[in-house]
């Protein structure tokens, strides 16, 4: 459940600084076991077997993919005074859909009083060196990409903006570990299901109690090209278009 509607990714304060105002970028299977030693070692067998998918290219930092005409990718600035991106960010959102509530097309500033359309986040050096700067805790691979916001709100559950996605302490169990082709360069992957809570306490924070709502949250790591690409809206072929993308 959870997979549909409009996403209010994270809790207010949080949105600030991880939606923040968006500048719309450039649009132009698992491998094996996961292996500790050195997981971004090409894997070009793995490149080549598989047909590129269809799509217009779509540079997203220093990845290029084939995606739909409709995908766009937007640069996630840091909290700042301003505002305003910086020369050196390098973190994206990246729509996946048409158009957001009522049929609206997504506006290309998102913050805290807008509403996401289902996507992905493509989160760079900035992101994992300093996550700081985005009101986030530093990645941790033992846990879901939802712990990592544990201030007041937190993050929104997809499509139920209105409940809390967790972590392991709460319920969240890893449904897959192994290493996932990003073009020649193999990511470790997990996926999670990841429980709703609601926010029933004084402050509105939660999480309160356990819902029957829940969500699978995918997650591709790159600790060495210190990339994390998180999806919570299980996009479809997400899997194959990122087996073909291409590093510059």
Same mark, same amino acid.
């Given at each position: 459940?959870?997979?549909?509607?409009?996403?209010?990714?994270?809790?207010t304060k949080t949105a600030v600084a991880i939606a923040g105002t968006a500048i719309v970028g450039?649009?132009?299977?698992?491998?094996?076991?996961?292996?500790?030693?050195?997981?971004?070692?090409?894997?070009?067998?793995?490149?080549?077997?598989?047909?590129?998918?269809?799509?217009?290219?779509?540079?997203?930092?220093?990845?290029?993919?084939?995606?739909?005409?409709?995908?766009?990718?937007?640069?996630?600035?840091?909290?700042?005074?301003?505002?305003?991106?910086?020369?050196?960010?390098?973190?994206?959102?990246?729509?996946?859909?048409?158009?957001?509530?009522?049929?609206?097309?997504?506006?290309?500033?998102?913050?805290?009083?807008?509403?996401?359309?289902?996507?992905?986040?493509?989160l760079g050096p900035t992101f994992l060196d300093d996550s700081g700067s985005y009101v986030a805790?530093?990645?941790?691979?033992?846990? @879901?990409?939802?712990? &990592? /916001? =544990?201030?007041? +709100?937190?993050?929104?559950?997809?499509?139920?903006?209105?409940?809390?996605? #967790?972590?392991?302490?709460?319920?969240?169990?890893?449904?897959?570990?192994?290493?996932?082709?990003?073009?020649?360069?193999?990511?470790?992957?997990?996926?999670?299901?990841?429980?709703?809570?609601?926010?029933?306490?004084?402050?509105?924070?939660?999480? @309160?109690?356990?819902? &029957? /709502? =829940?969500?699978? +949250?995918?997650?591709?790591?790159?600790?060495?090209?210190?990339?994390?690409? #998180?999806?919570?809206?299980?996009?479809?072929?997400?899997?194959?278009?990122?087996?073909?993308?291409?590093?510059?």
């Amino acid at each position: 459940a959870g997979t549909g509607g409009v996403l209010a990714a994270v809790g207010t304060k949080t949105a600030v600084a991880i939606a923040g105002t968006a500048i719309v970028g450039t649009t132009a299977g698992g491998v094996g076991v996961y292996q500790a030693s050195r997981p971004e070692r090409p894997h070009a067998a793995a490149v080549k077997s598989a047909p590129a998918p269809p799509g217009v290219p779509l540079t997203i930092g220093r990845i290029t993919i084939k995606a739909p005409p409709f995908w766009k990718s937007y640069t996630t600035p840091r909290r700042s005074f301003t505002g305003r991106a910086r020369p050196d960010d390098d973190s994206y959102y990246v729509r996946t859909w048409r158009t957001c509530d009522k049929q609206r097309p997504i506006d290309a500033s998102v913050g805290a009083s807008s509403t996401w359309c289902p996507g992905l986040h493509v989160l760079g050096p900035t992101f994992l060196d300093d996550s700081g700067s985005y009101v986030a805790n530093p990645y941790d691979p033992s846990d @879901t990409y939802a712990s &990592r /916001f =544990s201030q007041d +709100e937190g993050m929104s559950c997809p499509g139920h903006d209105d409940l809390r996605a #967790v972590g392991v302490r709460h319920g969240a169990v890893r449904l897959a570990n192994r290493l996932a082709p990003i073009g020649p360069r193999r990511a470790r992957y997990r996926e999670w299901r990841v429980p709703c809570y609601t926010r029933e306490d004084r402050d509105g924070y939660g999480p @309160t109690r356990k819902t &029957r /709502f =829940s969500y699978v +949250e995918r997650l591709w790591y790159l600790p060495e090209s210190k990339i994390l690409i #998180v999806d919570i809206w299980n996009t479809p072929d997400l899997e194959r278009i990122l087996r073909s993308a291409v590093w510059s």
